[in-house]
């Protein structure tokens, strides 16, 4: 498996998503915040009516021979990693299928389950219970804490959705983020067993990079239960070949964000590090909820994060009561022969007008796309249901939420053609479209029970290779 990823826009090759398993389903309201789910979703809609098409999408773009053999069943046996039937592909892989394949490997089977077993606080004899089940069986408690019989030894990962969160490809690198919420702990763990044990990684164990604890973390009072150094991966953007984009929001620290640019400095894999400080709330959560790109030249943003804010004007900045907290900041770190040179970034329509025409050598016009239109209060709603957080299939052609009117006729008025999932499904089936023909096309996916769970079609993306955008 060649892992390599220079942008953001060019043809997808190969990814890594996980389908929503049975944990999804076990949310109880009462732990819905802590898990990080504002509601509680309806499981066998959200697989059948809306995941389910985004693999189907996803195959037909990466890998149409394995959607060949789709035939629907009521039992969806295609879609359930490990089973029989399922679509098994090289390029759509899923983290179970992935974990159930590492767990096959003797020298790493013990010291995974143990580690769970650690972070959960099981007990020992729990711990060597859970070595007897098969490779697949354990891999389904690994994921959603209880086996199929239902006894449930720990919590589900529901948000395992949003691989995007678990590590960035960085040219040829991969960095492993720390998450900030302790519902996301046991994802990352299991990621950094799959990255330097599976097969598909081995030529590549060199270039991984990890995020560590500041050293002195334990140093500090018991009541400070938030990590230091978190990084997730909805804060970092891999959007140029020489060009990675870092948030620092209420998931990422600027120590994890430094550490980071440090790392990839010392590596020599990108140039420059643009440090994007945005607003630490519930609704940005990543930079990626604030925007993404969908071509060279087009970008689907929210207006309010550029839109010079009160009181944010020289001289009255400092007189705020918190005069930090609200302010969108960007710096670009550049690392050149004689150091690293830093410079301030006016906003972020700048930052991206910049990246299109230096860095991906763009000369037609930048266009930003305003969720909602940026009519209020539409550019809020649209943004909380993931309408700036879209997945590029290829050049133009990215996967939005249905849901997200204003933003969807925002991009028609752009010139993008905007069509249904099911409707584009069908046409492929009949072969009277071909994904590669495709061109500036938005393709709508029903969304109702996604979008509770706070992510879009980016959050649910780890590309692991894309095809190169042009030579650094
Ligand atoms: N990159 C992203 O913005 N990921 C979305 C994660 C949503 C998830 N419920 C969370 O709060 O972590």
């Given at each position: 498996?060649k892992?390599?990823?220079?942008?953001?826009?060019?043809?997808?090759?190969?990814?890594?998503?996980?389908?929503?398993d049975?944990?999804?389903?076990?949310?109880?309201p009462?732990?819905?915040?802590?898990?990080?789910?504002?509601?509680?979703?309806?499981?066998?809609?959200?697989?059948?009516?809306?995941?389910?098409l985004?693999?189907?999408?996803?195959?037909?773009?990466?890998d149409?021979?394995?959607?060949?053999?789709?035939?629907?069943?009521?039992?969806?046996?295609?879609?359930k990693?490990?089973?029989?039937?399922?679509?098994?592909?090289?390029?759509?892989?899923?983290?179970?299928?992935?974990?159930?394949?590492?767990?096959?490997?003797?020298?790493v089977?013990?010291p995974?389950?143990?580690?769970?077993?650690?972070?959960?606080?099981?007990?020992?004899?729990e711990?060597?219970?859970?070595?007897?089940?098969?490779?697949?069986?354990l891999s389904?408690?690994?994921l959603?804490g209880?086996?199929?019989?239902?006894?449930?030894?720990?919590?589900?990962v529901?948000?395992?959705?949003?691989?995007r969160?678990?590590?960035?490809?960085?040219?040829?690198?991969?960095?492993?983020?720390?998450?900030?919420?302790?519902?996301?702990?046991?994802?990352?763990?299991?990621?950094?067993?799959?990255f330097?044990?599976?097969?598909?990684?081995?030529?590549?164990?060199?270039?991984?990079?990890?995020?560590?604890?500041?050293?002195?973390?334990f140093?500090?009072?018991?009541?400070?239960?938030?990590?230091?150094d978190?990084?997730?991966?909805g804060?970092?953007?891999?959007?140029?070949?020489?060009?990675l984009?870092?948030?620092?929001?209420?998931?990422?620290?600027?120590?994890?964000?430094?550490?980071?640019?440090?790392?990839?400095?010392?590596?020599?894999?990108?140039?420059?590090?643009?440090?994007?400080?945005?607003?630490?709330?519930?609704d940005?959560?990543?930079i990626?909820?604030?925007?993404?790109?969908?071509?060279?030249?087009?970008?689907?943003?929210?207006?309010?994060?550029?839109?010079?804010?009160?009181n944010?004007?020289?001289?009255?900045?400092?007189?705020?009561?918190?005069?930090?907290?609200?302010?969108?900041?960007?710096?670009t770190?550049?690392?050149?022969?004689?150091?690293?040179?830093?410079?301030?970034?006016?906003?972020?329509?700048?930052?991206?007008?910049?990246?299109?025409?230096?860095?991906?050598?763009?000369?037609?016009?930048?266009?930003?796309?305003?969720?909602?239109?940026?009519?209020?209060?539409?550019?809020?709603?649209?943004?909380?249901?993931?309408?700036?957080?879209?997945?590029?299939?290829?050049?133009?052609?990215?996967?939005?939420?249905?849901?997200?009117?204003?933003?969807?006729?925002a991009?028609?008025?752009?010139?993008?053609?905007?069509?249904?999932?099911?409707?584009?499904l069908?046409?492929?089936?009949?072969g009277?479209?071909n994904?590669?023909?495709?061109?500036?096309?938005?393709?709508l996916?029903p969304?109702?029970?996604?979008?509770?769970?706070?992510?879009?079609?980016?959050?649910?993306?780890?590309?692991l290779?894309?095809?190169?955008?042009?030579e650094?």
């Amino acid at each position: 498996m060649k892992i390599f990823v220079n942008s953001e826009v060019s043809t997808l090759e190969a990814l890594l998503i996980h389908s929503p398993d049975s944990g999804l389903g076990k949310v109880v309201p009462s732990k819905a915040q802590d898990w990080l789910f504002e509601d509680i979703i309806h499981l066998d809609t959200m697989r059948k009516k809306e995941y389910d098409l985004y693999v189907q999408l996803l195959l037909h773009f990466l890998d149409p021979e394995v959607i060949k053999n789709y035939t629907p069943d009521p039992q969806r046996s295609f879609f359930k990693p490990n089973g029989p039937g399922y679509y098994k592909s090289d390029k759509v892989l899923d983290i179970e299928r992935l974990l159930c394949e590492v767990l096959a490997i003797p020298e790493v089977r013990i010291p995974l389950v143990a580690a769970v077993s650690a972070i959960e606080e099981c007990s020992y004899l729990e711990m060597e219970h859970f070595l007897k089940y098969s490779d697949r069986e354990l891999s389904k408690i690994l994921l959603t804490g209880m086996t199929e019989e239902g006894e449930m030894f720990f919590p589900p990962v529901p948000n395992l959705i949003f691989t995007r969160d678990i590590g960035v490809v960085v040219n040829d690198h991969i960095l492993l983020t720390r998450p900030s919420k302790l519902a996301r702990t046991r994802e990352s763990l299991i990621a950094k067993y799959i990255f330097f044990n599976h097969p598909y990684f081995q030529e590549f164990r060199h270039n991984i990079i990890e995020i560590e604890e500041d050293e002195e973390h334990f140093l500090l009072p018991e009541d400070k239960t938030r990590r230091v150094d978190t990084l997730e991966g909805g804060d970092v953007m891999m959007v140029a070949p020489n060009h990675l984009l870092i948030g620092i929001s209420e998931r990422t620290t600027l120590e994890a964000a430094r550490q980071a640019m440090d790392k990839l400095f010392q590596k020599k894999v990108v140039q420059k590090v643009s440090i994007i400080k945005i607003p630490n709330k519930r609704d940005f959560m990543h930079i990626d909820t604030v925007f993404t790109p969908i071509k060279r030249n087009v970008w689907v943003l929210l207006k309010a994060i550029v839109k010079p804010q009160r009181n944010n004007e020289e001289g009255w900045r400092d007189l705020q009561p918190t005069p930090m907290e609200e302010q969108v900041l960007i710096r670009t770190f550049e690392n050149t022969d004689k150091g690293i040179v830093c410079r301030e970034v006016e906003n972020l329509e700048a930052l991206l007008e910049d990246i299109s025409k230096t860095d991906l050598a763009c000369t037609e016009k930048v266009e930003f796309v305003y969720s909602g239109n940026d009519q209020f209060p539409y550019g809020e709603r649209e943004q909380w249901t993931d309408s700036c957080n879209l997945l590029v299939l290829k050049e133009g052609v990215a996967i939005a939420y249905d849901r997200n009117d204003k933003t969807n006729a925002a991009f028609e008025a752009k010139g993008f053609k905007i069509v249904k999932a099911e409707d584009v499904l069908s046409q492929f089936q009949k072969g009277t479209l071909n994904p590669h023909e495709m061109e500036n096309t938005i393709i709508l996916l029903p969304s109702a029970e996604l979008s509770r769970a706070r992510g879009g079609s980016h959050c649910m993306s780890l590309p692991l290779r894309r095809a190169r955008i042009f030579e650094k």
